[in-house]
């Protein structure tokens, strides 16, 4: 069900709602049931954009972050929402004109790249909340930005008829038996890979996430596969970049893994607690696991950059031979492309 505060009932977001669904208007602040299948549009007045959330321990890429929506249709095993988000329904941003005002505002002075996939998933909702219809056109008269959707979804009908000039579409990946796993209600690995093939056809930059890689007794086999089945279908020149990262979280997340109904992989890991207090695979293995997709990915292609999300500069030198610094520096590799 679509709930839309009093407050936010004439936004443009709650019309395009209404034309094709049916809404209930309700007083701003009233309890609607909480499960992840309710919508609420609301209004208010946070800031919309700001950077990855990150420690200075680990090498961060200053990727900034528009918090448009909050929650998300799919129920990952290792979801980060389930420990920071306090409701499973999904909260909409109606007043999306201070959304795009912060968009602006954000890439004013030089260029950024900026996803709405932090607090949810940024496109599986959009048939019935098209953001899109109204973000990519607002982008693309800026001059400075390029705007990624990040998600595990095929709902990808309104950007085939939207302009790709600034925006990137990417997906997060891993392999079948994984995702069947472990990413309950996302679309299945072939219905990512049609896609992501669909929109990069299309004209569409693309992307993907290795992230989190998740150990498994087949690990090689499985990633391997999955390698060698997204390189021969996906063009090269249309790759923007490919970030790689192992599995990791806060150790409260640990509690609500195995908690969860349908028992996870990871409650079968062997962990540590990182130097900022996450629990991590053992070093050694993270390596193993991020050399492997690595060298199996330059394989078949060169020219895309592959970084490392939230990885010890040790890792990064270890495996590429250089150390991509902090923050600033490390976004400047990104501009370069
Ligand atoms: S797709 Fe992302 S936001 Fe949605 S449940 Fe999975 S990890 Fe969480």
């Known amino acids: ?57 680990y090498r961060c890429c200053n990727y900034h972050v528009v918090d448009i ?24 941003a109606g007043n999306t004109d201070n959304v795009l005002q912060d968009i ?45 959707f990040k998600t595990k979804s095929d709902v990808i009908d309104n950007l085939l008829n939207l302009n790709p000039k600034n925006v990137m579409v990417s997906w997060s990946l891993n392999p079948a038996s994984i995702i069947d796993t472990e990413e309950p209600y996302t679309a299945a690995l072939e219905r990512r890979l049609k896609a992501a093939e669909t929109v990069s056809d299309y004209g569409y930059k693309v992307g993907f996430h290795f992230d989190p890689l998740i150990m498994s007794d087949n690990f090689e086999k499985i990633y391997g596969e999955l390698i060698e089945d997204l390189t021969s279908r996906i063009k090269e020149e249309s790759v923007e970049y490919i970030s790689i990262s192992t599995f990791r979280c806060p150790y409260e997340l ?12 990871l409650t079968k890991g062997d962990f540590i607690k990182g130097i900022d207090g996450k629990t991590r695979y053992f070093k050694a293995e993270r390596i193993k696991m991020i050399h492997f997709v690595t060298k199996k990915l330059k394989k078949y292609w060169n020219k895309p950059f592959i970084y490392y999300c939230m990885e010890h500069s040790s890792i990064w030198e270890k495996i590429l031979n250089y150390d991509p610094g902090e923050r600033e520096e490390f976004e400047k590799y990104f501009l370069q492309i």
């Open 1 to 57: 069900m679509i709930y839309v505060e009093k407050s936010a009932q004439n936004t443009s977001l709650a019309e395009l709602a209404a034309k094709e669904h049916n809404i209930e208007v309700i007083d701003d602040g009233f309890d609607i049931e909480d499960k992840k299948s309710n919508i609420v549009i609301s209004c208010h007045t946070d800031n919309f954009v700001h950077r990855c959330p990150a420690t200075n321990i």
């Open 69 to 92: 929506m909050q929650g998300c249709p799919f129920d990952c095993a290792y979801c980060i929402l389930q420990l920071y988000l306090p409701h499973k329904h999904i909260r909409v």
């Open 104 to 148: 602006k505002s954000a890439v004013k002075e030089q260029k950024r790249r900026i996803g709405s996939g932090e607090l949810s998933d940024s496109l599986a909702m959009d048939k019935t909340i098209p953001l899109s219809k109204i973000i990519v056109p607002f982008v693309n008269n800026l001059d400075n930005i390029l705007f990624e």
């Open 254 to 265: 640990m509690n609500i893994i195995r908690q969860r109904k349908n028992p996870s992989i």
